[in-house]
């Protein structure tokens, strides 16, 4: 985040974050990374007066999550991107290079990665999480429905089946990310 509350970010270079995270482990301190889900919009930096960026998320909207309401919000760490590859094992991949990279000893999961960031019944229900859901459970939502209909069709008729299915898929990340 370009800063919080108390002050602007610090900008490293990547050879001085590298050079503190040595001096660190030099001095018997474990670093670990940590991150976040969420994105900041192109709008929320105009009202702050930030610099506009051109981020990866820009142009991959598709690994948005979706609230129950279809507005995009944070990442969708369970998502599909547009070749196909789920958003999880592109990560692992840039996750792997980083921690080398850099010499981090671990990861912290964060919100939106350590749990997910929504409650079951506010969680994202978009054609690739109801697809993803339905390829892994017998349940087979009606067509037709709008999202809030979808939604609510789940949420009162295979409410335990869709937890379920979100405990699978972050015990999955989570296999994917640990290995």
């Known amino acids: 985040r370009p800063r919080n509350e108390e002050h602007d970010i610090q900008n490293w270079t990547r050879f001085q974050l590298r050079g503190l995270v040595k001096e660190l482990q030099h001095h018997g301190v474990q670093v670990y990374v940590s991150f976040f889900d969420q994105l900041m919009s192109k709008e929320t930096q105009r009202q702050r007066g930030l610099p506009d960026t051109d981020e990866w998320i820009d142009h991959h909207q598709e690994g948005r999550y979706g609230d129950f ?64 859901f339905m390829a892994d459970t017998e349940v087979a939502c009606p067509k037709g429905l709008g999202l809030t209909e979808r939604a609510k069709w789940i949420l009162e008729n295979a409410r335990k089946e869709w937890t379920d299915f979100h405990a699978r898929r972050h015990a999955q990340f989570w296999r994917k990310t640990i290995a």
């Open 69 to 132: 309401l279809g507005r995009p919000t944070s990442l969708g760490i369970w998502k599909h991107i547009s070749d196909g590859t789920l958003y999880e094992d592109f990560f692992v991949r840039q996750l792997e290079a980083f921690m080398r990279d850099y010499g981090f000893d671990g990861l912290h999961g964060a919100d939106g990665f350590g749990h997910p960031r929504e409650c079951i019944a506010y969680a994202d229900f978009s054609d690739d999480m109801v697809g993803q």
